[in-house]
Nanobody, 124 residues
Framework: QVQLVESGGGLVQAGGSLRLSCAAS????????MGWFRQAPGKEREFVAR????????YYADFVKGRFTISRDNAKNTVYLQMNSLKPEDTAVYYC?????????????????WGQGTQVTVSS
């Protein structure tokens, strides 16, 4: 099991940027793919981006391609989500998740551990 703590959410105007961080604590030697999901009020949790354990493979939901970038620093046990050109429809609680696999996936069922979430609000 991995403990995850997100930070970096907040209120930003449309067109602005935020960088989310997710600090992970895991057993030495554990290798986890990491993902970001989001959930807006009244909507289901949806996949945003994922990154393989090594950091070499990434994958994005179509609605964030070209705007968001996922990255990780394994020396710091931290994964990031850089969000640029934010839109009001990006408003949601953002969650990071860890999967005990190399690549991870796009379904929340594929992830074993979740953070508590961080609120991102984009005003128009």
């Amino acid at each position: 099991q991995v403990q995850l703590v997100e930070s970096g959410g907040g209120l930003v105007q449309a067109g602005g940027s935020l960088r989310l961080s997710c600090a992970a604590s895991a057993r030495t030697g554990s290798r986890y793919a990491m993902g970001w999901f989001r959930q807006a009020p009244g909507k289901e949790r949806e996949f945003v981006a994922r990154i393989a354990w090594s950091g070499g493979r990434t994958y994005y939901a179509d609605f964030v391609k070209g705007r968001f970038t996922i990255s990780r620093d394994n020396a710091k046990n931290t994964v990031y989500l850089q969000m640029n050109s934010l839109k009001p429809e990006d408003t949601a609680v953002y969650y990071c998740a860890a999967a005990n696999t190399y690549y991870g996936g796009t379904s929340h069922y594929e992830y074993d551990s979740w953070g508590q979430g961080t609120q991102v609000t984009v005003s128009s």
